[in-house]
Every structure is written in C-alpha cells, then in structure tokens.
C-alpha cells in the first residue's frame, strides 16, 4: 500500500500573525501537529506533497481569486514560503513540492496522484478553500478514473479564519466524499 500525506499551503501568508491572508492564530496553533504527523510519514519510509499556492504579481489582475481576495503567497516573497519548522519537511527525500495557482493541484497533478497511491491523508490551511477543493479534486479523480482509495482529513491538522467554514467543510468531507475525519 503506497501512503502519501499531503501537506496543502502551510505557507507564511496564511499561517504568520503579518501574512496577506492569514488564518493567524488558529493556523499557527497546527503547527505541531502537522509536524508530528508528517515526521510519522518520513518514519515509515511514505511520500509527503507539499502544496504550494503560488501566485505572479503580473498576472493577478487576471486572476479568478483577485475577485474574492487581495494578492498573496506570491512567488519569490516571504509570503510563498512554507511557515515555520514545517520548512525542514522539504529536505525529506520523499517530499515533493507542488506549485499551484488555483484552490487545488492541477488535474494532470491529482491524476497522478490518484494512479499512484492508496491511501491519502490530507491537512493544512485553510480547511474550507484550499483542503476542500483539493479533496474534492481528488475525489472526482477517483471517481472518474474508477479508483478505490481511503481518504482521511486530519481535522487537528487542519484550520482557517472561518469556524464554521472549518466545521461545514469537514462535514461535507466526511458525508458527502465519504471522507474519514480524524
């Protein structure tokens, strides 16, 4: 059975008290847990992706989110890093970047994904944007390419600036793409 953690946009805009759009403390408050649980997917020898959105300040004005939100984890800024000791994750030999530009990986990326592992545990920032569309990405994936994998959300490794965004969407999850919350 192949495991991957993915790890989506822990990055210094959505988790720092000083980011662009940050889910502050409740983000912040993640930090180890996240950190715990991507140290036991290196401890069993498993894959880990971590997601990073990225954004262009030339293109912005053309971008779908500059409707919804102001720029932010724009490439080559502070703001794009990975926040915190979750940075060391990244020297993981089975640790993988991924760059996207919208709420969730590209479909050619989650494809991949999909033919290449079993059992998919998601967390990160913020629950009920980026966590959600990715997993529903990944679902309709599964779906249309007849997969059978387990999914499961780590609900204490996962936040956002919005309580019952965070509660709605692991709901959702968990009934409607039968996710296993944990």
Not at 19 to 32: F, M
Not at 132 to 140: E, F, G, P, V
Not at 147 to 175: P, Q, R
């Amino acid at each position: 059975m192949n495991n991957l953690l993915i790890i989506i946009d822990y990055q210094y805009d959505f988790v720092a008290d000083d980011g662009l759009l940050t889910a502050g403390k409740k983000a912040q408050d993640i930090e180890n847990n996240i950190y715990n649980l991507a140290n036991e997917y290196i401890k069993n020898n498993s894959d880990i992706i971590f997601t990073l959105d990225t954004h262009i300040k030339e293109e912005w004005h053309i971008h779908p989110e500059s409707k919804s939100f102001n720029i932010h984890c724009e490439k080559g800024t502070k703001g794009h890093n990975p926040y915190g000791k979750l940075k060391e994750t990244l020297s993981y030999k089975n640790c993988k970047i991924l760059e996207k530009k919208g709420y969730a990986p590209t479909i050619q990326d989650i494809e991949d994904i999909v033919n290449n592992y079993d059992n998919i545990e998601l967390c990160g920032v913020v629950t009920d944007i980026c966590v959600l569309q990715t997993a529903i990405t990944i679902y309709n994936a599964c779906a249309n390419m007849g997969k059978n994998i387990n999914f499961k959300v780590n609900s204490n490794a996962c936040a956002s600036f919005n309580e019952n965004g965070h509660t709605s969407a692991l709901d959702y999850m968990k009934n409607i793409l039968g996710f296993k919350i944990i």
